[in-house]
């Protein structure tokens, strides 16, 4: 089991940046592959980010990609969010999540394939 706690949300005027932290309790980081969601207000959440196990591989929701980076550090057990360019659209409250996975190269986009979550850090950008 794992427990994740987000860290790193705030306010910031469009066009800033902000790095979201991701910390994991327990030995077995590097077992999960890990994803970044976010849920705006009346929406439904949605896949923004994962990076698989290891080997780095990454995915990206067509709305970041090229603006927010993923990145993870196995022997710090924690996974972050680079967010860049934030625009009002990106407010949202931020969920990382992990997944149990055998493959080192696997990246869970659906909500329903994580078993872990954290309890969400809220990014609000103003215009």
């Known amino acids: 089991q794992v427990q994740l706690v987000e860290s790193g949300g705030g306010l910031v005027q469009a066009g800033g940046s902000l790095r979201l932290s991701c910390a994991a309790s327990g030995r077995t980081f590097s077992s999960y592959a890990m994803g970044w969601f976010r849920q705006a207000p009346g929406k439904e959440r949605e896949f923004v980010a994962a990076i698989s196990r290891s080997v780095g591989n990454t995915y990206y929701a067509d709305s970041v990609k090229v603006r927010f980076t993923i990145s993870r550090d196995n022997a710090k057990n924690t996974v972050y969010l680079q967010m860049n360019s934030l625009n009002p659209e990106d407010t949202a409250v931020y969920y990382c999540?992990?997944?149990?996975?055998?493959?080192?190269?696997?990246?869970?986009?659906?909500?329903?394939?994580?078993?872990?979550w954290g309890q969400g850090t809220q990014v609000t950008v103003s215009s």
């Open positions: 999540a992990a997944d149990l996975t055998y493959s080192h190269y696997y990246t869970a986009t659906q909500p329903s394939e994580y078993e872990y």
